[in-house]
């Protein structure tokens, strides 16, 4: 079989469900009310799925050095597919949440404050490890002039929001993650555009928040240009205010509607070579509306190992970059690894999956999951300091 063959996928795969099992009775994370368990289901498999994308990337790159897809819609759209749902996933709950502000305003301040909390503290913790990478690659000597160095620093600290430059000479120093911080810029640039968003919806925001906003917003959209992204955003949108309309939600709520999903799922990949078509993401926009409508994908979304999984999501997208570039650079021998059978790469890949899941699972007991329950608290500080410097009533 070839390095591309679908089929290698299902080792990694039970593999990680197997551990994440394993680590679940260790630590049980208990349900949580009033969510959508079957995205909280889909979450992880996602994540996971852009995983296996990077870890076949990663073959082609060991062998020309290029960074590029792989020759292979299965492939690109096991990874592209994973992102244009999490932007969906994103839509779908803060758009859900404007829709539902007639009975429950927005605290704005919590909303930035949660999404600070949510995803800064695990994003540092990466960059330390990436900033620790690039010293050692460069036996912590400066190799650029000092400003160069620091705009880099700087760049990569905000969520890579200014570019990803090559970190002191590094080169590709993206591919040391992935590059999956490419979706992050895209993710603020979302949260910045709500208070825009619940205006146009007829909600109460500030109108100095909505402005000062849309200006952060547009900044981030002239140096992080996707328009695919755009649409599934607004896919997303849609099935929020689709779910909330009982008769649609139902009529998409059905045993042989599961079928369908896969049905939508597999037609995003076979229509077009990659994500970027207008096929793939109307099909991905059903698909995901029937999910978020109830469809579990014939229970495999709502099976508690897909919940825990989920749980798992963040730790496993951003982590997992930085643990392939590890193994083949301080383990492997890039060498070596250029060397490997299509089947000696994927028992490379099915050996790194456990060690993915036990990562992101240590990292969102001990980074994420904190930083989520001090939201409260870091809302409170900041209110409080906007009162006193007058910002707030």
Not at 16 to 22: E, I, K, W
Not at 161 to 174: C, E, K
């Amino acid at each position: 079989m070839t390095v591309l063959n679908p089929a290698w996928v299902l080792l990694p795969w039970l593999l990680a469900l197997v551990t994440v099992s394993g680590l679940s009775r260790l630590r049980p994370l208990p349900p949580e009310p009033g969510r959508f368990a079957t995205i909280d289901g889909l979450r992880g498999h996602l994540a996971f799925g852009v995983f296996l994308h990077h870890g076949v990337i990663w073959h082609g790159f060991l062998r020309s050095g290029q960074w590029t897809a792989p020759p292979s819609a299965f492939f690109n759209h096991l990874g592209q597919d994973s992102v244009v749902l999490f932007f969906m996933v994103t839509a779908f709950l803060f758009v859900g949440r404007l829709l539902d502000a007639r009975e429950r305003p927005v605290d704005w301040l919590r909303l930035y404050v949660s999404r600070v909390m949510r995803l800064a503290p695990l994003y540092l913790l990466a960059m330390a490890v990436l900033f620790t990478l690039c010293g050692v690659l460069t036996d912590w000597e400066r190799q650029v002039p000092t400003r160069e160095l620091h705009r880099a620093l700087r760049h990569w600290l905000f969520f890579s929001i200014g570019g990803r430059d090559n970190i002191n000479g590094v080169p590709h120093t993206a591919t040391l993650t992935a590059g999956v911080t490419w979706s992050l810029p895209l993710e603020w640039m979302f949260y910045l555009l709500l208070p825009t968003v619940a205006l146009l919806m007829r909600r109460t925001v500030p109108l100095w928040l909505a402005v000062a906003a849309l200006v952060c917003a547009l900044g981030i959209w002239a140096n992080n240009k996707e328009p695919t992204m755009l649409w599934a955003f607004a896919g997303g949108g849609l099935v929020a205010w689709w779910v909330r309309r009982p008769a649609l939600r139902d009529w998409t709520h059905r045993p042989w509607h599961d079928g369908l999903a896969v049905l939508a799922l597999a037609g995003a990949v076979l229509s077009a070579p990659n994500v970027h078509h207008t096929a793939p993401i109307l099909l991905l926009t059903v698909a995901f509306g029937l999910i978020a409508s109830g469809c579990d994908l014939f229970g495999l979304l709502r099976w508690r190992v897909s919940q825990q999984l989920g749980e798992l999501a963040y730790s496993i997208y951003l982590l997992h970059g930085l643990l392939l570039f590890m193994s083949v650079t301080f383990v492997l021998g890039r060498a070596q690894a250029s060397a490997y059978t299509p089947q000696a790469h994927w028992w490379w890949l099915s050996a790194l999956a456990p060690a993915v899941v036990t990562i992101a699972w240590l990292a969102f007991h001990t980074v994420e999951r904190p930083a989520m329950r001090a939201t409260d608290a870091w809302a409170a500080r900041v209110r409080r300091l906007f009162t006193r410097m007058g910002l707030l009533a």
